[in-house]
């Protein structure tokens, strides 16, 4: 569960309709409630029923969109770039190999600077042959240009979505977002979830339409011609400047989002029990309620520990991470990926890097857990928060432990 | 941004969009360069067909280069049944 409950008093507009739904579901009410025009998917473990459902309101006529059927991801994404060139407001979503099979349309997506929004709905990746959950996926590609939020629970799922488009169609950003579900976890989850009246999702997102990059026979365009270096430079540059930019238009559309639905989730990061903490976690994804009442337990057992869900991987939160985590005496990350030659997590590299000027530097460790859809539990919580204890207190503690399969001596599972 | 200092920028689009043609001077790249012998050369045009940046042109009684895009590839010389093209090593002071 996010920790951002709903507050009935603070919000402007009228509770939504209350519907137990998984998060596949989830993310197809977060898109038709954007009002796409133009879909596009292949199907693929576990984001297949989020088509489903998609393809099923377009038949329903429920949503006013060309669902189009595609022969693989690498066309689903290629149609919706030639559909947002063209105007339209678009939709998909994928996993794992697809979304490798989709890489060459997908970095162009962001380098075209096109707000599409794309649900990952995040698997391991293979081999080994697995379906199963696990970040890899989406953590491998967050450097080819776009934006990418990671979600908690169901909830989070709906209301980002809608929150995307704003961000990806904001004039200062203009980039692609992912939204990236934990597979099975959250998409095949059943869980409350409050679907927002269409009404006041349109007060809150008005239509989309592009000056920046369009094909318009009346105001002709040339787009993407061969562009020599120099002029590339500046195309980068824009681009890296427009994720700088990104930071703050996330933060003021889930500000916004908040105070219309009574939903905010922190914008880049949410940060629970952190003020007064001593000891820090960081998470990611679904993950983060295990690591919540974990973190109460502990408090519970006076623990002064406190959590940093981080919702935005790209732009990664640097400043506000230094901020927030800024005279802690121990911090804790939890990677369901590995940074293959780092022989850590890829969120823990980028921490550190992140926190390098911090005085008297913390001790920094690393939990990698959850691959494969192995479980991240309440007991390895407790001995990651135990882990940091140690280390606080000054005891070496070592800079990786692989949660579930690393254990002390005389330690049992 | 404060980890960036100020840009001297030169285009006003955010996405990579074209406003003018992008020339690359192909003569730049040149370090050879053909040269027609004018009685060799039987005037049959081929070298200018042939020619991947257009640059072999009809004179009153040979084929010429125009050396501003010439890019010294040799294909003229290649192609030209009379033997008519020599490429001669091209010396910048
Ligand atoms: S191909 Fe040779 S002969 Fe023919 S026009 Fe060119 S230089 Fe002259
Ligand atoms: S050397 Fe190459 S570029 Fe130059 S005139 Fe001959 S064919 Fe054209």
Known sequence: MSGTTTDDEARVVRPGRIAVIDGNMAAAWGAKLSRPTVLAAYPITPQTPLVEYLSTFVADGELDADMVEVESEHSALSVLQGASLAGARTFTGTSSQGLALMYEPYIRTSTLRLPIVMAIVTREVISPQSVWGGQQDAITVRDAGWIQIYVEDNQEILDSIIMAYKIAEHPDILLPVNICYDGHYLSHVADRVEIPAQEDVDRFLSPYSPSHIKLDPRTPMSVDPLTPGDILMEYRYKHVRAQARAKRVIEEVDEEFGRIFGRPYGGLLERYRLDDASLALITLGSTSGTAKVAVDAARNRGVDIGLIKLRALRPFPREELFEALHGKAAIGIVDRNVCFGWMTGVVYAEVCAALRLLPDQPPLIDFVAGLGGADITFKHYERAISLLQQAASGRTVAEVTWLGIDFEPGEEP | ?93
């Open chain 2, 1 to 93: 941004m404060s980890n960036m200092r100020r840009m001297k920028l030169t285009g006003s689009y955010e996405a990579p969009i074209g406003t003018t043609m992008y020339v690359v001077n192909t003569g730049d790249w040149r370090y050879q360069r053909p040269v027609t012998i004018a009685g060799k050369c039987r005037k049959c045009g081929l070298c200018s067909l042939y020619c991947p940046t257009g640059s072999r042109y009809e004179e009153a009684n040979a084929f010429a280069t125009d050396l501003r895009y010439c890019k010294g590839c040799g294909i003229c010389a290649n192609e030209c049944g009379a033997a008519a093209i020599a490429m001669v090593e091209e010396i910048r002071t």
